[in-house]
């Protein structure tokens, strides 16, 4: 199967717009779950608007929350895929630069020293592009996730030694949420990164946050600790927005890999209650848009 | 828990008044501020036209369109989604915005640490909790881009918006040391360690 750039640039300045605008059903069933549950005038309060939010966004086909973010891209190619890998790359940047310009939407991506934007959502490394082989015969999918600052601007990461075992993972996400508190915008995702490098345990725990919500780990080991950490940080009481309730999180998704003899690490990554992605998948049907 | 309706500018007293868990909702100017601005505003000594005495402020930086200046649109933007973003990365900046600017209200999401806290308290300002991430609704708050001042930050720039109902907001932060954030964090801390034993660790 031959992927068209063109149709690929295209879906990538829609995919950024769709994610601003549309949150995807397994966060709407999340909210009214937590709603449900909510004990808090407060936090019952704040939920509401959250909801009322995502329904004024809908009718007046607005951005749900204006935080563009940085844009990610995640790219999984099957097999019997045809594609030129760089120039693929090249569409997806002018897809997002497009958006940007076009719609238009607010630049949130500046360089790092000398702090200039370029208004395009574009930069050295940005969008960001992770690009992943799968099994799936002759279909290309692209999720794009807009990552708001708020919730990444709380990102940590802990080379615990085995010395320290499981129990410092468990502390140490406990101790995030804490730290956090009203910062992230939550209820969160809270996604915890086990195991690996550094920097792939910083990887798997924004694989972990971005992760669609009623989903677990593939690693069983990894879906006991989660389940067991989701309960744990709503019995804090951050509740949404830091100002105290029982909705503190979603859910605490885990993502693991396997480590070095010596090493024990540990990543959490937040993402905020607009928990916003979208995906375009290409077959030979032709292409279809979902979350 | 009282409710207020205020149209800004307000005096101290009325800043004074308010206590944390009242809601007040605001109707006139609202200035929108950044980083970027209060960065080039405190640290590189630039200066705004702008009259923010007894104003409020909100953590900001909106998505906007460039179109022809008109009655309709006198700053020669209109507003595409408006939302707060997080203050905790702009504390530093309270004290000076109310005592150079004579500001009396910050409006923001997350909350802000003990300098502002001492800042409310000895100049007489508040700290109004919006619903972050609510950006859509917030946006229908606002009725026009009066006007834009340091506008080479854009989207950072200093903005000065019209707004008609613009809340409830929530008073999180009040003149009399009180803030929801502390309260709020405190007693989640005194569930850290039930929370670790619901885990199983090891004291």
Known sequence: MKIDLKQVEDACKELYIRALKLLPPDIKAGFARLDAAETDATGKAILGTMIRNIKVAEQNENLLCQDTGIPIYNVRIGSGVEVDGYALKQAIVKGCERATREHPLRSSVVHPLTRANQHTSSGRLVPVINIDFVPDAETLSIEMIPKGSGSENNSWLRMAVPADGVDAIKTFVIDCVLDAGGKTCPPTIVGVGVGGTADLCVHLSKVAATRPLGSSCEDPEGAKLEAQLTRAVNQLGVGPQGLGGDSTSFAVHVETAATHITMNPVAVNMQCHSARRARATFTRSGLEYGF | ?203
């Open chain 2, 1 to 203: 828990m009282a409710h207020y309706d205020f149209n800004l500018p307000i005096g101290e007293a009325d800043a004074r008044r308010l206590a944390v868990n009242d809601t007040v909702t605001l109707n006139g100017t609202l200035y929108g501020i950044r980083d970027a601005t209060q960065i080039h505003m405190f640290d590189h000594g630039r200066k705004t036209h702008f009259d923010m005495k007894g104003h409020a402020v909100v953590h900001t930086a909106p998505n906007v369109k460039k179109v022809e200046k008109s009655a309709e649109h006198p700053s020669g933007y209109a507003s595409i989604c408006i939302g707060t973003t997080t203050s905790a990365r702009m504390e530093r900046f309270t004290r000076p915005l109310m005592e150079e600017y004579g500001v009396r209200i910050i409006i923001g999401k997350g909350g802000l640490s003990q300098g502002s806290a001492d800042a409310f308290r000895d100049v007489g300002g508040v700290y109004l909790a919006i619903v972050g991430g609510a950006a859509a609704l917030e946006t229908t708050w606002v009725e026009q881009i009066e006007d834009v001042d340091l506008d080479d930050l854009n989207p950072e720039s200093l903005w000065k918006f019209r707004v008609k109902g613009f809340g409830p907001l929530l008073v999180s932060m009040d003149s009399h040391g009180g803030s929801l954030y502390t309260q709020v964090n405190n007693a989640a801390r005194d569930k850290r360690a039930a929370a670790l034993a619901y885990l199983g660790v090891k004291a």
